[in-house]
C-alpha cells in the first residue's frame, strides 16, 4: 500500500509541466474564460518617513478545476509559479523594482500564451499640500461653510489652516467668537487637519508680543497705520523671535497647541524669518511665492507686493520643490542649512489663479507617468474672501487632483500636512 501511495505521488509530481524557456505571449484585452484575477493595483508606492509604500505583488487567480499551475511573468522574466495547493496565491517583493511601468503575464499549465496580463506603476509619491491664510481675525460663517464644503466634496482633503494670532489680538473679534473659530479649527484638526501660523504684522499683535510696530515698508501702500501689509522681513531678527514665541503662548492658551508651520503675510520671508522661526520650534515655512502668478498686483500704483517677491524669489516657480536653505541665503540649499524645511508655494492661491491654471501647474508636476523623486505641489485660499468664485476654482482643482489619489489606487497623490512635508523631504 505504501508503494503504491508513493507511485501515485510521484506521478503527479512528474505530471507537472516544465517552466516554460520564453515568457507567454500577450493575451486578449480581457482574461480568458474561467480565470478570475484579484489584489493587484494599479500604483505601487515608494514609501518613505511620511506615507507608507506597497511593496508587495499581492495576486489571487481563480482557475478552472483542470488547472494545476500558474505561473506569473514580470517584464519577461518568470518570477514564481504557484500551484492549486496554494490557492493560486502570489506574494511578489517590489522593493528591488526600478521605477517606471510594469508588465505581469500570468499562464497556465505551462502554456505559451497568457490568460491575463495587469500593468501597475512603481512610483515616488506626490504629495498635495492645500492651505488657507488667515490675513484677518475672523472671516464669516459663509465662509466656513465654504471650507465645510471643500471637505465634504473632497474626503481624502487635508489642509493646513494658517491661523493668524491677531484672532487673539484684534479688538473686534470678541472672546466668544474666537472661540468659536478654535472649536471650528479643532474639530478639523482632529478629522486630519493641521493648525500652522500665519503672520501679517498687525499692530495689535506686534505690541502685544512687546514689539514696537512698524508702519512701514509696506507691501501694499506707502505706509499702514494697521501693520497689516508691513514686509514681515523689515523686523529684526530678535523682534521676530518675540512675535513667535507669542504667537506659540497665545496659540496654545486659547487651546490650539503649538504650531510648527509657518507662511509670512505677503509671503514676505527673509532668512532672519526662517531663523527665527527655526528657533521657535518650526518645521515647514511655506513662503517661498510663485510670483510670476501675481501679475494682479504688478501695475497697481504704489503697491510692491509683486516686485518684492520677484526680488526676494526669483527662482521660484510652478516646478520648485522643497528645500533645506543655507544659513545665510534662502534661495540657497548648500550647507550650512537651517533646520527648517522651505516649501515653495508654487501652486499659488486662488486669488491669483482659476481652476484650469492649478490644474496646468499640477500637471506640470505630475504628467501621468510614474515619479522618479518625491514631489509637492500646493496650493490654497484666503478664507477672509473665499467667494463662491474663488470656492469653484479651487474645488475644481481638487476635482482633477482627486482623480490621481493613491488611496484610490489612481496615482501617486497623497493629500499631506505641512509640517509632516520634512518626513518625505529629509535633509
Excluded at 520564453?22 to 484575477?37: F, L, N, Q, R
Excluded at 506597497?54 to 500558474?70: F, R, W
Excluded at 459663509?142 to 494658517?162: G, Y
Aim: aromatic share 10%.
Amino acid at each position: 500500500m505504501r508503494a503504491r501511495i508513493l507511485l501515485v505521488f510521484v506521478t503527479a509530481c512528474a505530471s507537472e509541466p516544465a517552466i516554460p524557456d520564453e515568457a507567454p505571449t500577450e493575451p486578449s484585452k480581457e482574461d480568458s474564460p474561467g480565470y478570475m484575477v484579484s489584489g493587484a493595483r494599479n500604483w505601487y508606492l515608494i514609501g518613505d518617513a511620511l506615507a507608507q509604500g506597497n511593496d508587495t505583488l499581492e495576486m489571487t487567480v481563480g482557475a478552472p478545476s483542470s488547472t494545476s499551475v500558474v505561473d506569473l511573468w514580470l517584464d519577461g522574466q518568470h518570477v514564481k509559479r504557484a500551484t492549486r495547493s496554494s490557492g493560486f496565491r502570489f506574494a511578489i517583493d517590489l522593493r528591488d523594482i526600478a521605477i517606471g511601468e510594469h508588465t505581469v503575464l500570468l499562464s497556465a499549465d505551462g502554456s505559451s500564451h497568457a490568460f491575463a496580463q495587469r500593468k501597475f506603476k512603481r512610483s515616488h509619491p506626490l504629495y498635495v499640500a492645500v492651505s488657507n491664510d488667515w490675513d484677518t481675525g475672523d472671516h464669516g460663517d459663509d465662509k466656513l461653510e465654504r471650507q465645510d464644503r471643500l471637505h465634504a466634496n473632497h474626503p481624502e482633503l487635508v489642509i493646513t489652516h494658517f491661523v493668524g494670532p491677531y484672532t487673539f489680538t484684534d479688538p473686534t473679534v470678541s472672546a466668544t467668537r474666537a472661540q468659536y473659530l478654535v472649536q471650528w479649527l479643532k474639530a478639523y484638526e482632529a478629522k486630519g487637519d493641521e493648525i500652522g501660523l500665519h503672520v501679517h504684522p498687525y499692530c495689535n499683535f506686534v505690541t502685544r508680543a512687546g514689539v514696537t510696530c512698524r508702519t512701514s515698508p509696506s507691501f501694499a501702500h506707502a505706509s499702514d497705520s494697521t501693520g497689516y501689509t508691513v514686509v514681515l522681513g523689515a523686523y529684526t531678527r530678535s523682534e521676530l523671535e518675540k512675535l513667535f514665541r507669542k504667537a506659540t503662548e497665545l496659540f496654545v492658551a486659547n487651546g490650539l497647541g503649538r504650531p510648527t508651520s509657518f507662511r509670512a503675510g505677503g509671503w514676505t520671508a527673509t532668512i532672519d524669518v526662517l531663523a527665527a522661526l527655526s528657533a521657535a520650534g518650526h518645521v515647514t515655512d511655506a513662503s517661498g511665492c510663485n510670483w510670476a502668478r501675481l501679475e494682479e498686483w504688478q501695475n497697481v500704483a504704489g503697491a510692491q507686493l509683486y516686485q518684492w517677491n520677484q526680488q526676494h524669489w526669483p527662482v521660484i516657480d510652478e516646478t520648485s520643490q522643497p528645500y533645506y536653505p543655507n544659513a545665510t541665503d534662502i534661495l540657497s540649499d548648500a550647507s550650512p542649512q537651517l533646520s527648517i524645511l522651505e516649501v515653495p508655494d508654487n501652486g499659488a492661491l486662488v486669488d491669483y489663479v482659476s481652476a484650469q491654471e492649478m490644474i496646468d501647474m499640477f500637471r506640470t508636476n505630475y504628467d501621468g507617468h510614474a515619479l522618479t523623486e518625491t514631489r509637492h505641489y500646493s496650493i490654497g485660499y484666503h478664507p477672509v474672501n473665499f467667494s463662491e468664485t474663488f470656492f469653484a476654482r479651487i474645488d475644481g482643482a481638487l476635482a482633477e487632483i482627486d482623480k490621481h489619489l493613491a488611496a484610490n489606487d489612481k496615482g501617486p497623490v497623497i493629500y499631506a500636512r505641512m509640517s509632516e512635508l520634512p518626513k518625505a523631504f529629509a535633509r
